[in-house]
């Protein structure tokens, strides 16, 4: 691998997973240079703090600049960004993204880029944290987490191996599925987790004796709600770009949750322990997996 490998790349969004992927890069010694373009002063001069980008500059300079674009932007603002790139995007540049939800950010696509979409290659690296922020990014953030690739009838076969080795030189797993997969998948282990999680510590806030109960609150309570740290913005775009996924979900969990309030109602201990000894036992059985 050298320098050049990748050229300079244009990452939109520099957040814990944009400055993230601008640290590993440089430590993988792939690029010649990283250009950050955002939305706020101060997460982008710290960006350039911790040496995630090289330079600042405006979309337009940026797409005009690089041979590849990775746009880390939450999924609602996806949109825009593309519309905004496509007056610039030259034939040789490919762009890849990170947004947890892929249909919506499929379609936006399609219905900015036109025939340049196929230099897009959807992606999603599963990983992230409960902090944001170019402050909360670290070059590992990616090491032997899989990224998932939903590519393009319009992709060209060369085009998606290189984006694939884009993930990889940064530690990624690749696994590809289709786009409606990818939805209905995350909506139920991730959206769904980040939903109860925010859902819990509102829950918790909105009682009378909440300083009393946080005061009180142990480790189950710490792990549990650890992601409703996470971006507010973020996960409200999500909630919204991939609707109809997560109110199946939820409606499902709910539907769980109501069962369980009944067997707790009518003290039924058998039907309880029944419920729970099957989660356990499912439980260690991924964890050993």
Same mark, same amino acid.
């Given at each position: 691998?050298?320098?050049?490998?990748?050229?300079?790349?244009? @990452?939109?969004?520099?957040?814990?997973?944009?400055?993230?992927?601008?640290?590993?890069?440089?430590?993988?010694?792939?690029?010649?240079?990283?250009?950050?373009? #955002?939305?706020?002063?101060?997460?982008? *001069?710290?960006?350039?703090?911790?040496?995630? @980008?090289?330079?600042?500059?405006?979309?337009?300079?940026?797409?005009?600049?690089?041979?590849?674009?990775?746009?880390?932007?939450?999924?609602?603002?996806?949109?825009?960004?593309?519309?905004?790139?496509?007056?610039?995007?030259?034939?040789?540049?490919?762009?890849?993204?990170?947004?947890?939800?892929?249909?919506?950010?499929?379609?936006?696509?399609?219905?900015? !880029?036109?025939?340049?979409?196929?230099?897009?290659?959807? &992606?999603?690296?599963?990983?992230?944290?409960?902090?944001? #922020?170019?402050?909360?990014?670290? &070059? *590992?953030?990616?090491?032997?987490?899989?990224?998932?690739?939903?590519?393009?009838?319009?992709?060209?076969?060369?085009?998606?191996?290189?984006?694939?080795?884009?993930?990889?030189?940064? #530690?990624?797993?690749?696994?590809?599925?289709?786009?409606?997969?990818?939805? &209905?998948?995350?909506?139920?282990?991730?959206?769904?987790?980040?939903?109860?999680?925010?859902?819990?510590?509102?829950?918790?806030?909105?009682?009378? *004796?909440?300083?009393?109960?946080?005061?009180?609150?142990?480790?189950?309570?710490?792990?549990?709600?650890?992601?409703?740290?996470?971006?507010?913005?973020?996960?409200?775009?999500?909630? @919204?770009?991939?609707?109809?996924?997560?109110?199946?979900?939820? *409606?499902?969990?709910?539907?769980?949750?109501?069962? !369980?309030?009944?067997?707790?109602?009518?003290?039924?201990?058998?039907?309880?322990?029944?419920?729970?000894?099957?989660?356990?036992?499912?439980?260690?059985?991924?964890?050993?997996?």
């Amino acid at each position: 691998m050298s320098a050049n490998q990748f050229g300079t790349v244009s @990452i939109i969004g520099v957040g814990l997973v944009g400055a993230s992927l601008g640290l590993a890069l440089k430590q993988a010694k792939v690029v010649h240079q990283i250009i950050g373009v #955002g939305r706020s002063a101060a997460n982008l *001069d710290q960006a350039l703090k911790i040496g995630a @980008i090289d330079r600042v500059a405006d979309l337009a300079d940026a797409v005009r600049s690089s041979q590849w674009i990775v746009v880390c932007v939450p999924v609602a603002q996806m949109r825009s960004v593309f519309a905004q790139m496509e007056p610039h995007l030259g034939p040789n540049t490919l762009i890849t993204d990170a947004g947890s939800t892929k249909c919506d950010v499929i379609l936006a696509a399609k219905e900015t !880029l036109g025939k340049k979409v196929c230099q897009f290659v959807p &992606a999603h690296p599963i990983a992230g944290g409960a902090q944001h #922020g170019a402050s909360a990014a670290r &070059a *590992d953030l990616f090491q032997d987490k899989q990224t998932i690739i939903c590519q393009l009838q319009e992709n060209s076969v060369a085009d998606v191996a290189l984006v694939e080795q884009f993930w990889m030189t940064v #530690g990624s797993k690749i696994k590809r599925i289709s786009a409606v997969q990818h939805d &209905a998948i995350y909506a139920a282990v991730s959206h769904l987790p980040h939903i109860l999680s925010y859902a819990l510590m509102a829950s918790v806030l909105n009682s009378e *004796d909440a300083e009393q109960k946080l005061g009180h609150a142990g480790a189950g309570f710490r792990d549990f709600t650890r992601i409703a740290a996470s971006s507010p913005e973020m996960w409200r775009d999500i909630c @919204i770009a991939n609707k109809q996924a997560i109110l199946k979900e939820l *409606d499902q969990y709910l539907s769980i949750t109501q069962r !369980l309030r009944e067997m707790i109602a009518k003290g039924d201990v058998d039907g309880l322990e029944k419920v729970f000894q099957k989660a356990s036992q499912a439980r260690q059985q991924w964890d050993e997996s």
